[in-house]
């Protein structure tokens, strides 16, 4: 009898230790599982330096061999392809690992380190990533996701033309839109560099000077009108305000008294511009003096009501009104 009671509990402790292995094999599997998943990166929640992660056991380069340690390259960095202001776009070719085209891919590209974006590849496995992208030296990596490889390069952003601003200027003041224009290293084009400006609708041609300046002089009337230069593919714009550049003072006359009236030149070089009155029907000239006043003495009519005046220089004209009353 005590002996089976001593096999009955050595049967007891054997079973209870074999639950106990059981439960701790089982805690150790569902840890080892936990801290897989824990490691496991889906590219549709990956953190924002994806690619620095994936490149941590991968030996990349940017030279011209097919395999880079024992990774085949599967990438070809490329070059911007096409620049606009605040933003460019960059194509990278990418390759399966027996060198076709890796066609309609879904590929992932990194903008120093941190930003992600998703492109897929085209029918020639080409990548071509479009972004906002602040003027600098950046470094874009890419990841080809049929191996892992990952390749970088570096870049240098700008703008193809800059220096265009908005103008606020009087009629016929000599001012000039001006840009200047660059090349795809980021060095002033030469001589001779044809830019379209765009005014009013109207087209204008003009070349660049030896540091890459080119300019155009604003003629238009009174008026607000966008402005644009143009060089290749790309362009800029601005506003170009033109303000009436005469000014008079009208107020009341009686008939038979002598109407002096006067026009002020607004702009730069104010002596000797010639300005022209019409008014009841008559023109009269007169040129302005060194304080850009120009008198005119014009004849009173007989009858009495409003009468139109108009002020001319050049191509701007300003309407006026004279009232005269009993």
Not at 118 to 123: H, K
Not at 152 to 178: E, R
Not at 301 to 323: A, C, L, M, Q
């Amino acid at each position: 009898m005590k002996f089976n009671r001593l096999l009955v509990f050595a049967i007891a402790i054997a079973f209870l230790l074999s639950i106990n292995f059981a439960f701790a094999v089982d805690e150790n599997i569902t840890q080892a599982v936990s801290e897989m998943d824990d490691n496991l990166v889906k590219l549709d929640d990956a953190p924002q330096n994806t690619l620095a992660a994936a490149s941590e056991d991968i030996v990349a380069s940017s030279d011209d061999s097919d395999v880079v340690g024992d990774e085949i390259k599967t990438i070809v960095m490329g070059k911007v392809t096409k620049r606009y202001n605040g933003a460019i776009e960059y194509s990278a070719t990418f390759y399966d690992t027996s060198g076709s085209p890796l066609k309609n891919t879904n590929v992932l590209f990194e903008v120093d380190d941190y930003n992600d974006y998703r492109v897929d590849t085209d029918s020639n496995g080409v990548a071509l990533l479009k972004i906002l992208i602040n003027n600098g030296n950046h470094k874009i990596s890419a990841l080809n996701p049929t191996n892992n490889y990952v390749d970088s390069a570096n870049i240098k952003v700008f703008d193809v033309v800059t220096g265009g601003k908005n103008i606020k200027m009087y009629y016929d003041n000599g001012n000039a839109y001006k840009v200047r224009v660059f090349d795809d290293n980021g060095n002033p084009v030469k001589a001779g560099q044809k830019v379209t400006f765009t005014l009013n609708g109207k087209k204008y041609v003009r070349s660049t000077d030896k540091n890459g300046y080119a300019s155009f002089k604003i003629t238009a009337k009174p008026g607000t009108y966008a402005i644009y230069a143009q060089y290749k593919d790309f362009r800029i714009g601005n506003y170009v305000t033109v303000k009436d550049v005469i000014k008079a003072k009208t107020g009341k006359v009686k008939p038979g008294s002598k109407i002096k009236f006067q026009v002020k030149f607004l702009g730069k070089n104010k002596k000797n511009k010639l300005i022209k009155v019409k008014f009841n029907k008559k023109a009269y000239k007169a040129k302005t003096n060194k304080k850009g006043i120009a008198i005119f003495k014009l004849k009173n009519p007989k009858k009495t009501g409003k009468f139109k005046i108009v002020v001319i220089y050049k191509k701007s004209k300003v309407n006026y009104e004279y009232s005269q009353n009993w």
